[in-house]
């Protein structure tokens, strides 16, 4: 696991935007997996920058998302759907059929985790995989458990994700409790994956994915057994590193 430590949010966020584009440059039809969350925000501005500048071409990109509510339609402003589509997707020229999200309205979650996983292994899996992580270590919407679920699945939010996630919403009653996830197998299979933090209240869950042990109670701790795993964090997140 290679550990970055930038001076602020926004440098993590240029090395973040550098290896993305650079990945669309060696492999113009490259799988990426991508995170919403306020992490992620300032990498897909500057990726959007790159586009408009000097043409950084999407329309070979297929992309992954992590995760989405459940019961969510995608029109909803609160949904993943919206949040992608309107921060990312309407700048760049990307085909709408290459971008793939998770159907938290499907009425089978097994149903559609199974169709998930396919799809994504159809199109030759993830190259490069981006992540935030949650204050709890939660990487997609792997909670800490008692093991790590492999595939995509539902998954109950722990109390702590809805309470970070409630300064989305008017009020923490309407955060979903479930979603749907990708799952740590899911995750692990990209052949690249790339995990970003910033920020005092993400240097517990930093130091637990980078020293700790690994364990599914840190779930982004598995993240050492990966073949090309990068840290990207800022000096708050890098913190309690030694
Ligand atoms: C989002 C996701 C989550 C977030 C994490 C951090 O698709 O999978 O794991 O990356 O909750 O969220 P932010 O960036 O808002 O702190």
């Known amino acids: 696991m290679r550990v970055i430590v930038t001076n602020s949010y926004d440098e993590m966020s240029t090395e973040a935007a550098k290896i993305v584009a650079g990945q669309i440059y060696l492999k113009p ?14 990498m897909y501005k500057k990726l959007i920058a790159v586009h408009e500048m000097i043409g950084l071409d999407f329309s070979q990109v297929t992309t992954f998302n992590l995760d989405e509510y459940i019961g969510m339609a995608p029109d909803n ?5 919206y949040f992608m589509h309107h921060n990312f997707f309407d700048f760049i020229n990307i085909k709408p059929e290459n971008i793939y999200i998770p159907d938290g309205m499907a009425k089978d979650i097994v149903a ?4 998930y996983d396919a799809l994504i292994e159809a199109k030759g899996g993830i190259d490069l995989q981006i992540l935030g992580i949650g204050q709890n270590a939660h990487i997609g919407f792997n909670e800490p458990d008692i093991k790590f679920e492999a595939t995509t699945h539902k998954v109950r939010l722990d109390e702590e994700t809805i309470q970070a996630n409630s300064r989305f919403f008017q009020t923490e ?52 057994l990966h073949r090309d795993a990068t840290v990207i964090v800022d000096k708050e997140a890098a913190s309690l590193l030694p």
């Open 29 to 42: 039809d490259s799988v990426l997996g991508l995170a919403t969350g306020s992490t992620p925000l300032s």
């Open 77 to 81: 402003p609160q949904s993943y759907h």
């Open 112 to 115: 559609e985790g199974k169709r």
């Open 173 to 224: 009653e309407e955060v979903p409790r479930y979603a749907i996830s990708m799952g740590i197998k899911t995750i692990m299979l990209a052949k690249k994956v790339v995990l970003l933090a910033n920020g005092r209240n993400k240097a517990e869950a930093i130091y637990n994915t980078v020293c700790g042990s690994i364990s599914p109670s840190a779930p982004a701790s598995i993240l050492q």
